[in-house]
């Protein structure tokens, strides 16, 4: 009847070990993942769903408010190779140059790199059975589209956007426009 308490008190000891380790684990995990999120939900509060809605067309509002996605290959800057910048097209914000886009073949607008990894926020995505990084505006927290690692160099990233969730803001007329300015 002695070894079988000193058992359980050697039992409950390593429970309780794992279980701090398993709790540090976790709340490190959550604190992590409330950094990305903390700031994205501070600024994605820069207007109500409601008021999104009444801005947004209703394609609009389904992927970037409810995370859709658009059709492949049935984008407006899926074969876009203007020179420009490609914007938020919910808040405006400058999200990726031109000079960072590469034909990926997916469907879908890709670039090898946004115009600061400040302006994206990152969230793991495990819908639809598959492990993906889901992409967002950090300024608006508008949903982009997701990011692998199979790009091309220097990053070996692709950044997978829906055409939908960008707005084009063409080098060409704004050159143009300073130069009607200066006339
Ligand atoms: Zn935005």
């Not at 359980?8 to 684990?25: A, D, F, M, P």
């Not at 994206?120 to 598959?130: C, G, H, K, P, Y």
């Not at 997701?146 to 160099?153: A, E, Q």
């Not at 990053?155 to 997978?160: D, F, P, Q, S, V």
Request: charged share 30%; aromatic share 10%.
């Amino acid at each position: 009847m002695k070894i079988f308490p000193k058992k359980l008190t050697v039992l409950y000891k390593k429970q309780l070990i794992l279980t701090i380790l398993l709790s540090s684990t976790l709340s490190f995990i959550v604190a992590q993942s409330a950094k990305v999120g903390e700031k994205r939900l501070e600024n994605s509060a820069m207007k109500t769903e409601e008021e999104w809605r009444g801005c947004l067309t209703p394609e609009e509002y389904r992927i970037l408010r409810e995370k859709g996605t658009e059709m492949a290959f049935s984008g407006k800057y899926n074969n876009h190779k203007e020179e420009g910048v490609y914007k938020c097209a919910a808040c405006g914000e400058k999200l990726f140059s031109s000079e960072t886009k590469y034909e990926s073949g997916s469907g879908w607008p890709s670039f090898w790199q946004p115009i600061s990894k400040e302006k994206i926020a990152t969230e793991s995505d495990n819908s639809l059975f598959m492990s993906r990084v889901e992409i967002l505006c950090n300024s608006c927290g508008g949903h982009l589209g997701h990011v692998f690692d199979d790009g091309p160099r220097p990053t070996g990233l692709r950044y997978c956007v829906n055409s939908v969730s960008l707005d084009f803001e063409s080098l060409k007329s704004k050159s143009s426009e300073i130069r009607g300015k200066t006339k």
